[in-house]
């Protein structure tokens, strides 16, 4: 018997089934579908701990937000102050622009703007040290934990200050110290501390937030009180050695011209000096100002809740379905094996 012969009837007894695309399709949503209701059936099957791991994570979370302390923001609006100088020696700047430079005078005409500069030394470390100092914050900043509405105090953390003595007592690794340093501090205060100025309007915004609104608005207050002293001392400082180097050389110049210019220019500087004793909001005009704020800022207790309900709702399922399909795997391995072995 041929080759041929012999193969004759195999082929004689193959099958060709077609198999259309509606078919696939049908196999295909049959295939969802019972991944679906196995995953509905695998949440429903573990809905017992679905809602004990969500009942943990909701208690929890109560007691954490409660331990929270109220904190309270106060904030103020302000205007910067412009003042202007007068342009009429712009002409002779470029030929006298040396001599006034040595004088620290800009003869350049239009308006001296400084909010940037007032908000950059409100940033910066050494008016952070002059505060501290001037106020003694450092107890309100780094031991507050809490404040009584009844009498309007600061309770202090006893394992870090004790009020009565008035000293530090913490216990701290090196390189901190029992009292803390000005960076340590420095980097709290940033963290209770906003300023900010509106591109559009140019209006500047101090916050603070702290568990006294009180202390708060105190600090709000100070903040606007000193930045407006720093920057009339230094005005008035430039402007009194100004108007010495300025006299001097009136006395050796001989040139009419020379001595018109050097006039002006000390008249400009008067008027500085007039400004710094006349303006208490010399660089920042109070338009709204800081309030003791009755309602709390954070935290937002029912937030952190509903939140957390959440999260422990989906970690459950999450542990759940894992659970589910590591076990579904494993029973079909050794099925798997046996149907192999058969053929």
């Known amino acids: 018997m041929t080759d041929n012969q012999n193969n004759a009837p195999l082929r004689d007894n193959v099958r060709y089934v077609a198999i259309s695309p509606d078919m696939l399709q049908t196999s295909k949503n049959a ?3 019972i991944d679906l209701r196995e995953l509905w059936s695998a949440i429903w099957s573990g809905k017992w701990i679905i809602i004990a791991v969500t009942a943990i994570f909701a208690i929890v979370s109560v007691f954490y937000a409660l331990s929270l302390p109220n904190i309270y923001k106060s904030e103020a609006l302000l205007a910067p102050v412009q003042t202007e100088q007068q342009g009429g020696i712009g002409a002779l700047a470029g ?3 040396g001599l006034a430079s040595l004088a620290g005078i800009n003869l350049g005409g239009g308006k001296v703007n400084k909010t940037a500069l ?4 409100l940033k910066s470390r050494e008016f952070f040290a002059k505060f501290v100092e001037k106020h003694n914050i450092l107890p309100n900043l780094m031991a507050a934990e809490g404040w ?8 202090y953390d006893e394992n870090i200050y004790t009020p009565v003595s008035g000293k530090w007592v913490r216990e701290v690794e090196p390189p901190k110290k029992t009292l803390p340093s000005l960076q340590e501090a420095k ?3 940033d963290q209770l501390v906003n300023i900010e100025q509106s591109k559009d309007t140019g209006m500047v915004i101090i916050s603070v937030e702290h568990v006294s609104p009180y202390v708060a608005k105190q600090w709000v ?3 606007i009180q000193d930045i407006n002293i720093e920057m009339k001392t230094r005005d008035k400082q430039e402007a009194e050695k100004s108007i010495t180097f300025l006299q001097s050389q009136i006395d050796k110049t ?7 210019l050097l006039f002006q220019l000390i008249e400009d500087q008067t008027k500085t000096l007039m400004f710094t004793e006349v303006r208490d909001e010399y660089v920042f005009k109070t338009i709204d100002p800081a309030l003791e704020t009755e309602l709390k800022f954070k935290p937002k207790r029912v937030l952190i809740v509903v939140l957390a309900i959440i999260l422990g709702g989906m970690l459950s399922i999450i542990m759940l379905l894992i659970r589910h399909f590591s076990a579904s795997t494993k029973e079909k391995e050794p099925e798997d094996k046996t149907s192999a072995g058969r053929y």
């Open 187 to 189: 980097k709290e205060f």
């Open 118 to 121: 007032a908000i950059e030394i």
């Open 148 to 155: 009584r509405l009844t009498d309007n105090t600061v309770i």
């Open 31 to 33: 295939d969802d579908e």
């Open 221 to 223: 207050d100070w903040l």
């Open 254 to 260: 001989t040139i009419f011209e020379h001595k018109t």
């Open 95 to 97: 030929q006298f622009g």
